[in-house]
């Protein structure tokens, strides 16, 4: 019987640590729905500011996102399964896209995971155009942001390519998911070539 009741107890256990390095699902925001990032710019100067969003709507498993106080979009597009960017609007007017959405995001993930995704990339009215692909990889990491510690999967970008080439302006695309709820709690972002460097933290 003892021994019975130390098997049930390992197992337990087993399962608990699976589900602690687990996200099984991204956070799903519901329409009218709104959420602020502090954001801070490195590139192409630094600056400080707050960003809020507003969930309009979701058509085709797109969500559609109103954005307050952002100079570089006024209206975004993402994946409603994964989360991942689509396309973003200013004045009216596309300004990038990608078909069918950027990688970097797969649910359910866990640590050690990884994988190569890849999409076609256009902007500027498609005066720029080309495939992008990149390695993820996912790590745990516990990170400090709204005064307190959030236990989250660091998913990295690494290796990128623009048309099967080093992409040499992409350097940095790094988000921190919280474990407990699926939400993005942080973003690093950095791509010379749009000179644009940023973080993003959540507040909650």
Known sequence: MNYIKILIYILLINIKNVTADEIADRFKYEIGDEISYNIETILPNKAQYVSKSKLLNIIDNEEIWK????????????????????????????????????????????????????????????LISGKSEANYKIKKETIKANNKKY????????????????????????????????????IHFKNIGFKMEYIATLIE
């Open 67 to 126: 954005v307050f106080n952002s100079p570089s979009a006024d209206k975004r597009i993402y994946d409603r399964i994964t989360g991942n960017w689509i396309a973003s609007f200013k004045d009216g007017s596309e300004v990038a896209r990608a078909i069918p959405h950027n990688g970097g995001l797969r649910f359910p993930m866990k640590k050690g995971d990884k994988w190569t995704e890849s999409w076609t990339f256009t902007a500027a009215g498609g």
């Open 151 to 186: 236990k989250t999967l660091k998913v990295e970008m690494r290796d990128p390519l623009w048309n099967s080439e080093k992409d040499r302006n992409w350097k940095k695309e790094i988000r921190w998911i919280e474990i407990k709820s699926g939400k993005i709690i942080k």
